[in-house]
């Protein structure tokens, strides 16, 4: 069941599943063909007032307003990146709390970079993030309501939203349930119809979440952040790898690869001096070897008060050579967004900014 979150007696609409609607509009004595109206309106339109349901009678409306509710995120703040492809939104949850999402163009892509969690519970040392903690899960109609937002804004530039990676704050699979759900609200034909080969799924290797997602039969691109190609290296700077070493996370993987048949994407933050030696660059190789994958690798941006280095080109090309070489496909994201700190591991909000939208 959905998050049922009240305004006053009102009943939240916003991360219901057609079935779920369609349950509460008959507990209102409406015809069962009302629901799909509704999440019409709701999901690809992006009405967030009944008034504006102009195929329901008024009555209808009258009623739906006085028993429900349609959550809404507020931009606190956005801005843009230099290189005018980026713009990153600090939406105001409805208790005040704030995420971020990145929107980054790319060509013809539009790709929604969004939230899942208000800080984050792991402590990965090279991310903004985790230095927040966590403060809450968000609601699937919170993690939906990004892409809404975000796509309502393009469509009225005759533009549209392409993707979605759910890469934003938090560790997804560690709020798995409102995850999950807003994935499939995602892929609803007739609500925001994001194909399920658009959307992306990042986790820094949550084992039991993957081992579940394979389950699950989503078929939803799988990105695995795993930095290191040894355990010693790796558990020094993602705590996660404490629990679950590298064998193991690689083992779902696979399980999750068979299961799914899609190409699994291994993210790799350089860091210099760690962790982007061309040794690093042959163990990441031998490691991934037999899994059909590809490399992302991404030279570390700087975060404040973290005191890692940001490879020199020549360092970033020798690692992705050797990778290459080894006849991985790699890719090299020097993350769009820096300046604004939009970019991989940036995302962070001060403990003070609700009262002062400041964002680093
Ligand atoms: S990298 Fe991801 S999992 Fe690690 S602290 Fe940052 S947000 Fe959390």
Request: proline letters at 4%.
């Amino acid at each position: 069941m959905a998050d049922v979150s009240q305004s006053g007696n009102r009943v939240e609409l916003k991360g219901f599943f057609p079935g779920e609607l369609e349950g509460f509009v008959t507990s209102l004595g409406l015809e069962p063909y009302r629901a799909r109206q509704i999440a019409a309106w709701i999901y690809n339109r992006g009405s967030i007032d009944f008034a504006e349901m102009t195929d329901l009678a008024k009555g209808v409306r009258t009623k739906l307003a006085r028993r429900a509710s349609i959550l809404s995120l507020k931009v606190a703040a956005r801005s843009g990146a230099d290189d005018g492809e980026t713009v990153k939104y600090l939406f105001e949850l409805p208790d005040g709390r704030r995420v971020e999402s990145v929107l980054m163009r790319d060509g013809r892509r539009r790709t929604l970079c969004v939230s899942s969690q208000v800080g984050c519970p792991l402590d990965c040392t090279f991310c903004a993030t985790g230095r927040m903690g966590l403060l809450r899960n968000l609601s699937a109609g919170e993690i939906l309501d990004q892409l809404i937002y975000v796509r309502r804004e393009l469509r009225a530039r005759g533009d549209d939203l392409t993707n979605v990676v759910m890469m934003g704050m938090g560790e997804p699979l560690l709020n798995y349930g409102n995850v999950v759900r807003a994935i499939r609200l995602m892929n609803l034909d007739y609500g925001l119809a994001i194909g399920i080969r658009r959307i992306t799924l990042s986790t820094v290797g949550y084992v039991p979440g993957i081992l579940r997602l394979a389950r699950e039969g989503l078929k939803v691109g799988l990105a695995v952040s795993l930095n290191a190609a040894d355990d010693a290296l790796r558990s020094r700077i993602m705590s996660i790898n404490r629990r679950w070493p590298i064998h193991e996370l690689l083992e779902a993987v696979r399980a999750y690869r068979q299961r799914i048949d899609r190409r699994v994407t291994f993210e790799y933050v350089l860091l210099h001096g760690l962790n982007d030696s061309m040794e690093d660059a042959r163990r990441l190789a031998a490691l991934v070897r037999g899994i059909p994958c590809k490399v992302n690798v991404i030279p570390w941006n700087p975060v404040e008060d973290v005191a890692f280095v940001r490879p020199p080109r020549e360092a970033v090309d020798r690692f992705v050579d050797v990778l290459r070489n080894a006849h991985l496909t790699t890719t090299v994201r020097y993350s769009r967004g820096v300046d604004i700190a939009a970019g991989c591991g940036q995302l962070y909000i001060r403990p003070d900014a609700a009262a002062t939208a400041s964002v680093v």
